[in-house]
């Protein structure tokens, strides 16, 4: 405190001596504490948060830290990868190894979000894994109820980027065919890249396009009476049914399929691969390598991973053996009709009946379906002077048809429809709608929810 003796006449100034001392030496401190971090881009807000509680406040990465730990202990181990990522672009962004939870500020975040909007899947990624971190803190440190609230929470005015589209990674028929048909070259080793890549492949590819990490981890327990039995490593944890599905070895693939099982009776490991790797990122860099090597003889522009052969059955199975997305989802083991899972006994003669299909349909014709994408496009860019013919159905009901020309793209027959449908239609409604060009023979399905 400081009385008037100690202040100048105009009352601006302080003139006591200890004080100044006192306070200089306070300052001095905050400079200290600031010139360790980078602050160049801080706002006063949140220069005056890190300093209020700095270092004694409470340590957004040291919690971070023990959150990711807590993932792997719980057998996430690869989505912990991606959390400790996000972790470390947060910190590489704020020059800082200890951010404060204090620093989590809008602004702060913001700009983090802004200095990596040029990636593709980190923009949306990363911001996502930092919020689930916060929001565990959060439930942890917080009590609303007794009016305790040691973290804040920015997110709800934080808009995280959607992450760009994937191209898709399918591979058409007929590059699959010449894939599988490479004779990998000869090698004195047992199972080399080559042969393992184009082989592990074919097996995934075979079998509804199931993940390496599966067939890595997968125990003599799972396979009987030629049906593999499995949980699907990557969504069992978030799921009620555990993602477990059952897969027939198709003939086709079993003497491959076999070729790995291992022969080590006192190992509890069904396939021999944890023999010769110790991890499975290990046994799908392998594979990978492998199946790099196989495409440079198919063709230098052709590049595929093993991820990419589950792409390319999904796509098979539907634009080329006619699966609905339901059935293709059911197939590759997604969390589609999640309660339906839970309470039904399900059976998986479906997929394996559609799988069989899709092996027929790759290796037994000589089939594309990229004939079929090209036309699909093509219709979507209709000439004025074709002659279209529009259909609208409800509950399997016909209720308008229109047929007319002068239309260049499907939007504005649907419009068209739309706005001619009778009165009395109950709303809201979904309406299905057929739409042919008369002239090229074509047809598409398309559906609409009219409010």
Known sequence: MVNDKGLSRNKKDILDPFVIQQTSKLIDQYYNTLNRIDTQDWTVKEIVDYIQKGKDGISFSMYARKHIEKMKARGQERTSRDYKWALYSLEKFAGDNEIMFSQLTYSFLSRW???????????????????????????????????ILLITNPWPKISIPKEDTPNKRAISPNMLRRFFAVVPDFSRF???????????????????????????????SQYHNGIFHYNRRKTSKSRSDNAYFEIRVPQFIKPTFEKYLSKNIESPWLFDFQDRL????????????????????????????????????????????????GDVDFALNHSTFKLARVYTKIDYSPAWELNEKVIDYVFFSNEDIEKSEDANTFFERMSKYNLIRGEAFICGNRVCVIEDSGFTNVEQVIMKLLVSLPNDISRPSKVQIKITNLDKKQTQLYQRLIQ
């Open 190 to 220: 047992t199972h080399p890249l080559q042969e393992l890549g184009q082989d592990i492949a074919l097996i995934s590819f075979c079998m509804c396009g199931i993940n390496s990490i599966d067939l890595f981890y997968a125990k003599k």
């Open 278 to 325: 110790s991890t499975s990122d290990s046994f799908n860099a392998n594979i990978n390598a492998g199946i790099s090597q196989i495409c440079k003889k198919v063709s230098p522009d052709f590049h595929a991973s093993l991820y990419s052969f589950r792409h390319s059955w999904a796509t098979i199975a539907q634009n080329g053996c006619g699966a609905s997305l």
């Open 113 to 147: 979000i802004d200095s990596i909007s040029q990636t593709a899947r980190s923009k949306n990624k990363y911001p996502i894994n930092i919020r689930q971190i916060h929001k565990a803190a959060m439930l942890e440190y917080n009590d609303e109820e007794r009016g």
